[in-house]
């Protein structure tokens, strides 16, 4: 039989809540109403269904406290991640809230009432201590610290949560399946030892091997649970890991494993998360866990050491062995051997045989550039779908975005730059002109420093659409403010390449070059908050390129910025 849930019940919210769920949902229209955020998203779907049982809402201070600086709940029980819900404080002003009060909780992304919630109590919380304490570093080389120190809001609201309706997905939804589905797939199967196996990676043929042997040395049937809820930024997309899932559950024994996604919120927490993990597991029925070398570890801190040993997290679950009551798997570096077309742990591989590896480093160069991957590092299947998902540079979009003064030449070079691109084929070009933009989509908007930055802001939206389909998209706005540049290099950078030229040609040059005599008017108080005048131009602190007009010639100038697309492999050589 599936292993029984932590704290020995499984919390599943909606079958306690269904005989008062139309009270519940009438109530949710009289009642002030949160929209979460999507981390909050998540957890609430596993506070839902029971994934995060014995919970039963959000932490209140106690428990906070409690699971914060002891990893325990007040009531003894092993619990090592806060779960909270954090809100603004004067949100929470505006809505008169206080211990007592009811809240809706809504959907982000349809605005679909969840829950109702009890608060129990608001309360503030140290970010400094929780850092330190949960994921062992006040360091914001970490994701969660960072997300801690700069998205997390001011207050914390404790309290028991009612369901309503479980969070709706439109995504692998056959396979999308709570701790009570779960549990009733192992009881069909007749499967009483379960292999768990944690992933945010897309799986090769290392993955599937060992899988195999830790379901084979412990009689049991494997459970591939991969997040999809939030895990690390810069992770492949949850889409492109679950077709690779997918083709990858064909190549095991008949029968032997299942495919269940799992929609959690990773806070990278190395040793706690590993615990909480396995805690996770067994609510979902798992006896066995698989934890990995520095499982669910971010990487390297601010001074380029990693956060966390590579065995620390096995260690703690070790520590927690008793209590935790799922058997923990070790997770065995594994290595190809040509010689026998096998793999084998490292530590069992004789001195002397020739041994194959290749990294994650190395993998994601072979994609960029479109060179081999050989099928003993992976399938066929797995390679074609990521391949797709990471088609090589040269079929990648990208934009240039030139900034600088107004007459600073910028547009001259954005034009020519446009027919050289044009010239060079294989993708189309588009060219965002700051007049253009300012009559096409900013026509409102004055000129003031945020609506400047609205503005900015609009031209990295539609810069990052085009990039994420593949165009060349060349921008040249004046775009005076670094913070506002910088927010369209984290747009487009999520779809593609991006390169920031400073059009650096000097005042006096702009001022004769504007035949319209747009300085002249500003000059004479004419024009209020004219760049360059009496607005300030804060210089880019590292553009890819910086040009003068008055130095270097508008052809000169273009050949440089397709020396970079060629070198970065966004075009071929001339």
């Known amino acids: 039989m599936a292993n029984s849930p932590h704290g020995g019940v499984l919390k599943d919210l909606h079958v306690r809540d269904e005989p008062i769920r139309d009270q519940l949902l009438a109530e949710t229209e009289q009642i002030p109403s949160i929209t979460l955020t999507d981390r909050q998203l998540c957890d609430l779907e596993l506070i839902l269904n029971g994934g995060f049982s014995p919970l039963e809402g959000f932490l209140t201070q106690a428990e906070y406290e409690g699971v914060v600086h002891n990893s325990r709940l007040p009531d003894g029980t092993l619990w090592t991640v ?19 009060s009811r809240l809706t909780l809504r959907d982000p992304r349809d605005d679909q009432p969840l829950a109702i919630i009890t608060v129990s109590d608001l309360y ?65 199967l007749n499967w009483t030892r379960v292999v768990a196996f944690q992933t945010r990676n897309p799986m090769h043929r290392a993955h599937r ?35 690779v899932y997918q083709a990858i559950m064909a190549k095991y024994p008949n029968g032997m494993a299942q495919l269940s996604l799992l929609p959690l919120a990773m806070r990278m927490g190395g040793p706690r998360e590993a615990v909480w993990h396995a805690i996770i597991r067994k609510n979902f029925g798992a006896t066995h ?47 190809y051997l040509p010689d026998t077309d096998e793999y084998q742990p490292i530590n069992e591989v004789p001195e002397g045989v020739k041994t194959l590896n290749i990294s994650g480093t190395e993998l994601r160069r072979r994609l960029k550039t479109g060179a081999p991957i050989p099928e003993w590092f992976s399938y066929p299947e797995v390679v074609r779908i990521l391949r797709e998902a990471n088609p090589p540079r040269d079929t990648q979009g990208f934009t240039v975005l030139l900034t600088g003064l107004h007459a600073s030449g910028k547009e001259a070079i954005a034009r020519a730059l446009q027919v050289a691109l044009n010239q060079e ?48 998209c060349i921008a040249a706005p004046i775009a005076p403010y670094e913070a506002a540049r910088n927010l369209v290099k984290q747009q487009v950078s999520k779809a593609g390449g991006f390169y920031l030229v400073h059009v650096a040609t000097p005042l006096e040059q702009c001022i004769k070059n504007d035949r319209a005599g747009v300085y002249k008017r500003a000059i004479a108080g004419e024009i209020k908050g004219f760049t360059g005048i009496d607005d300030v131009y804060e210089t880019p602190v590292a553009p890819d390129l910086v040009v003068d ?24 050589d001339r």
Request: hydrophobic residues 35%; neutral net charge.
């Open 82 to 100: 806060p779960i909270y819900l954090d809100i603004d404080s004067a949100e929470l002003a505006r809505l008169n809230v206080s211990a007592g």
């Open 289 to 335: 866990f698989i934890v990995g070398r520095d499982h669910a570890g971010p990487g390297s801190n601010s001074q380029g050491q990693d956060f966390y040993g590579p065995y620390e997290a096995q260690d703690l679950v070790i520590k927690y062995k008793d209590e935790l009551d799922i058997e923990m798997v070790p997770f065995q570096m594994l290595t």
């Open 549 to 572: 007009t008055t130095r270097t010639s508008t052809s000169q100038i273009v050949h440089e910025i397709i020396l970079l697309l060629e070198r970065d492999g966004y075009i071929g």
């Open 124 to 188: 503030k919380a140290d970010p400094a201590v929780e850092a330190e304490k949960v994921y062992g570093a006040n360091d914001q080389a970490h994701p969660a610290v960072h997300y801690l120190f700069n998205q997390t809001r001011d207050t914390y609201v404790g309290g028991r949560v009612q369901a309503i309706n479980a969070p709706q997905h439109y995504d692998y939804v056959s396979i999308r399946r709570s701790p009570a589905e779960v549990r009733a797939l192992f009881r069909k």
């Open 209 to 243: 091997e060992l899988t195999v042997r830790a379901a084979r040395t412990r009689h049991a049937n494997v459970l591939i649970q991969p997040v999809v809820g939030l895990t690390k930024p810069g992770d492949i997309d949850h889409f492109t890991r679950v077709r």
């Open 425 to 472: 084929g294989g993708r189309s070009v588009s060219l965002l002109l700051g007049e253009t933009i300012r009559q096409e989509l900013s026509s409102e908007l004055g000129y003031t420093k945020r609506e400047r930055d609205i503005n900015v802001t609009r031209i990295g939206f539609v810069a990052a659409e085009l990039t994420r389909a593949g165009a060349a």
